[in-house]
């Protein structure tokens, strides 16, 4: 027993530190399937409410789609619910080579190995492929498992400026004399809803010499004309050379990741990534359905377009309430309050109103960034924006900042 | 000396800032000040190398020695001298 008081002490000051820091993360427990409406306890204890679930990353509205259920039941009947090994012992299926196989289809990539999810993706496939000799240069907004990656690699590392070419390019020259150099970035960002200009990283990569990394876990589904990501949208549809994306959010949303892209790169992810060597694959349940949702959306691009007809009409919405928006065209539309505090009592008042939408701060976000992340889905229809815009209108009055600027509401409520 | 502040101040303003309103003396905390993470130190460290003609240590690059223009100039003196 080495948990002594004074362990416990040390553990309980960094609580307290958190909780007085206003960052102390609860959860709220939702007793429904997920979808856009949901039935939330919270705070806990407290009695079941129906909610409009407007944070969740279900953007094609999958999560609880019968199909992909009804296929999740029968892989679980034929294949069993786990398989207690790792891949290369004896933890690998037909399945799994079939998902594979089928990702590489979906991506137009040459091929694809599966991980437990896509943070395991982005944390093993650096140090897999690059060692002290190369040189990994990233977007200074990348998700914080590519960052956690990163750290795990010997490479040298750099950054580039949010999207800025030029800083990149410079970049690209400063490290010239490098074995390899791989450019790194999401294909949308997470808080932002931005899209990384793929078709111009694509031309400074092949400049000089760089490999390009994307991860697509914001895309993969719904971004592109047929939904393929962020590279169909920018015209480089097979030109990226490393992509990593997500089961856990658009494509069904249980769990589990991938690493796609040139044949070399994937089989060296095979021989060293550690979160492959060192764990269990994805469930058999999860890959039944996953090939469910990819056979959906290969079929037919009906849900993304329904997405893309959503997050117009709730972008459109907003921004005539008068509200200050980040600008982006994809189903994360960040309603942007500045002051954190304003954003959690904004929420706090939205879920009043029937409305689950969460406020962001520092350190999720830059410091005077604070927002109200919102995320659409192909499972919302009309009435659930109108509602939701009907809230939030109210709520942006209560709080006078509809039709205000950055600066006025700054000068409000302050950063 | 002076021409040597300058050059690393006005590096680090390009290189580092996103807001050009932002004000940066010699003094300012980089590092500890949350302006400079430690991934992106490394161009900094390259700058230095490549404009100084000096080559800089992993050992002595650290976040401190990093942490504002006048430390950063005694560092690359350090070396130059």
């Keep these: 027993m080495g948990f002594s008081s004074k362990v416990r002490n040390i553990y309980q000051e960094q ?3 958190i909780i007085n820091g206003g960052i102390y993360k609860e959860e709220r427990f939702i007793h429904s399937s997920q979808a856009a409406d949901i039935e939330v306890e919270y705070p806990i204890g407290s009695k079941l409410e129906k909610v409009i679930n407007m944070c969740a990353n279900n953007y094609l509205g999958l999560s609880s789609h019968p199909d992909v259920i009804k296929a999740a039941h029968e892989g679980l009947d034929t294949r069993g619910y786990g398989m207690s090994s790792v891949r290369f012992i004896c933890g690998t299926q037909d399945i799994h080579d079939k998902l594979e196989k089928k990702v590489s289809e979906f991506l137009g990539t040459e091929d694809t190995i599966l991980f437990p999810s896509c943070m395991d993706a982005n944390a093993g496939v650096f140090e897999a492929i690059l060692t002290a000799e190369d040189v990994m240069i990233s977007d200074r907004l990348v998700h914080a498992s590519i960052v956690d990656g990163m750290r795990l690699c010997a490479a040298m590392h750099d950054t580039f400026k949010h999207s800025n070419m030029k800083h990149l390019e410079k970049k690209l020259q400063l490290h010239s004399d490098k074995r ?5 970035t999401d294909g949308v960002f997470s808080m932002d809803g931005d899209t990384a200009k793929l078709d111009e990283m694509v031309e400074l990569c092949e400049k000089y010499d760089a490999m390009l990394f994307v991860d697509d876990s914001h895309s993969t589904g719904f971004i592109g004309k047929t939904g393929r990501g962020t590279h169909e949208k920018c015209g480089v549809f097979g030109k990226i050379d490393i992509i990593t994306t997500t089961f856990g959010k658009a494509l069904g949303g249980a769990s589990g990741g991938c690493v796609s892209g040139r044949k070399e790169i994937v ?8 979160p492959y060597l060192f764990s269990n694959t994805m469930a058999p349940v999860i890959v039944a359905g996953v090939l469910k949702v990819l056979d959906i959306l290969s079929g037919s691009t009906e849900r993304r377009d329904k997405l893309e007809t959503n997050s117009d009409y709730w972008r459109k ?11 982006g065209d994809t189903p994360i539309v ?3 309050l500045f002051n954190a505090k304003l954003s959690q009592d904004f929420s706090r008042d939205l879920f009043a109103e029937g409305i689950y939408a969460i406020g962001f701060f520092f350190p999720v976000v830059a410091k005077g960034q604070a927002r109200i992340r919102t995320q659409i889905s192909a499972g919302h229809e009309i009435h659930h924006l109108d509602k939701a815009l009907a809230a939030f209108t109210r709520i942006g009055k209560k709080y006078n900042i509809l039709g205000k600027s950055k600066k006025e509401i700054i000068e409000m409520y302050g950063l | 000396m002076e021409e040597m502040k300058d050059i690393i101040l006005e590096y680090v303003i390009e290189e580092y800032l996103e807001d050009e309103d932002e004000e940066l003396t010699y003094d300012t905390p980089l590092i500890s000040g949350g302006i400079v993470d430690s991934f992106s130190m490394v161009s900094l460290k390259r700058f230095l190398e490549n404009k100084y003609k000096i080559s800089i240590p992993d050992d002595k690059a650290t976040p401190e020695a990093f942490d504002n223009v006048n430390k950063i100039v005694a560092l690359v003196n350090e070396f130059t001298a």
């Design chain 1, 15 to 17: 609580l307290e530190e």
């Design chain 1, 180 to 184: 390899l150099k791989v450019v790194i």
């Design chain 1, 267 to 274: 089989d060296m992810c095979r021989q060293k990534a550690r």
């Design chain 1, 317 to 327: 919405g907003l921004q005539e309430a008068g509200f200050v928006l980040k600008e």
């Design chain 1, 334 to 336: 960040p309603v942007m």
